[in-house]
């Protein structure tokens, strides 16, 4: 089917917002729910995508590959994959701080980054993997179908990570965050705990790669930078409100409005000969913008404290508590 320009653009555009919702989503968990500080988002993201690619994509004799497996199962692979380098780093970092789990998680995504750079065999190295499986693509209908896809896979995980919230593991990863002292105290597996939520979220973002992966058609080690992997996903997080996943949501698309706007407003302002340091230009911008919102709204733009307001709030009116319980 054909679309036009504008329509074409806008569903690159929610489909591109869907997957970084999930990504954000994912760190929700980590960070908002669990107080973990991962600076290595990029690197689960990429072994989802390339595992995805891997299991699905056409033979090649430069590479591996060549299984062409339907894509749930790759998309399954990239999230067993992204969730085993989770919790072979929970296994050995998570009992650092937060800051020093921070750096451990940046040098182990720099290492993922080059292996999938530098082993040919397995990735193709610096030239790519190409003609990764396109879904709908035959029928005419790619696009809005892996809109409709990546919306689906928004939802069900959004309603999977709110349940998880909701539940007696999700207050034990909160209680874990404000004072792990204390959780430790009332018998709780503090290191186990962490060790849960490190690996569900990092199969989450195993699957947004994969997701990734299967929407582009191709993908190379330049595909998975951290400016873009990593830190524009917290920007996103901190901007829409750490612990809330609505917010999360609402950031994911919020700061892709403004990173796909700047893109656009630089390349109208800047002459020719300096559009290759655009890119550094909107990370400053997008950095900028970062600390305006630290400084106007700290919490974000939906807040995890509004979130249990509004509970509390229901709760002293019998008629909505019931509701809610029910």
């Not at 999930?22 to 989802?48: E, K, M, P, R, T």
């Not at 040098?107 to 993997?129: D, H, M, P, Q, S």
């Not at 874990?176 to 939520?197: P, S």
């Not at 700047?262 to 020719?272: D, G, H, N, R, T």
Request: charged share 10%; with cysteine.
């Amino acid at each position: 089917m054909e679309m036009g320009g504008l329509t074409t653009y806008a569903v690159f555009f929610l489909t591109s917002v869907g997957i970084y919702a999930i990504v954000c989503l994912a760190l929700n968990v980590q960070w908002g729910l669990s107080g973990q500080f991962n600076f290595g988002i990029v690197a689960f993201y990429a072994l989802g995508a390339y595992t995805s690619a891997i299991l699905t994509g056409p033979p090649s004799s430069t590479y591996l590959g060549g299984f062409g497996l339907p894509l749930p199962i790759g998309l399954i692979g990239g999230m067993i994959v992204a969730g085993l380098l989770g919790l072979f780093i929970g296994l050995i970092c998570l009992n650092l701080r937060a800051d020093y789990l921070a750096i451990a998680t940046i040098g182990i995504a720099e290492i993922v980054r080059l292996f999938l750079k530098n082993e040919a065999w397995l990735t193709n190295g610096v030239r790519g993997v190409p003609g990764i499986p396109r879904p709908f693509f035959n029928s005419g209908y790619f696009e809005l179908g892996y809109l409709a896809l990546v919306l689906v896979l928004v939802v069900v995980v959004y309603l999977l990570i709110e349940r998880a919230r909701l539940s007696p593991w999700g207050r034990v990863l909160r209680a874990i965050r404000e004072n792990e002292d204390t959780a430790a105290a009332a018998g709780k597996n503090v290191v186990g705990f962490r060790i849960q939520a490190f690996v569900f979220g990092a199969a989450l973002m195993g699957l947004a790669g994969g997701l990734y992966a299967h929407f582009i058609g191709f993908i190379s080690s330049e595909a998975f930078m951290p400016e873009v992997g990593t830190f524009l996903v917290w920007v996103m997080l901190i901007a829409g409100g750490s612990g809330n996943n609505r917010g999360a949501i609402l950031g994911a698309f919020a700061i892709w409005v403004l990173w796909s706007g700047s893109e656009f407003i630089i390349s109208q302002v800047l002459p020719a000969s300096l559009t290759t340091q655009a890119g550094a230009l909107r990370l400053l911008l997008i950095g900028v913008l970062l600390q305006v919102i630290l400084l106007t709204r700290p919490a974000g733009l939906l807040s995890e404290e509004g979130l249990y307001r509004r509970g509390r709030t229901a709760q002293a009116d019998p008629k909505s508590h019931r509701r809610m319980v029910r």
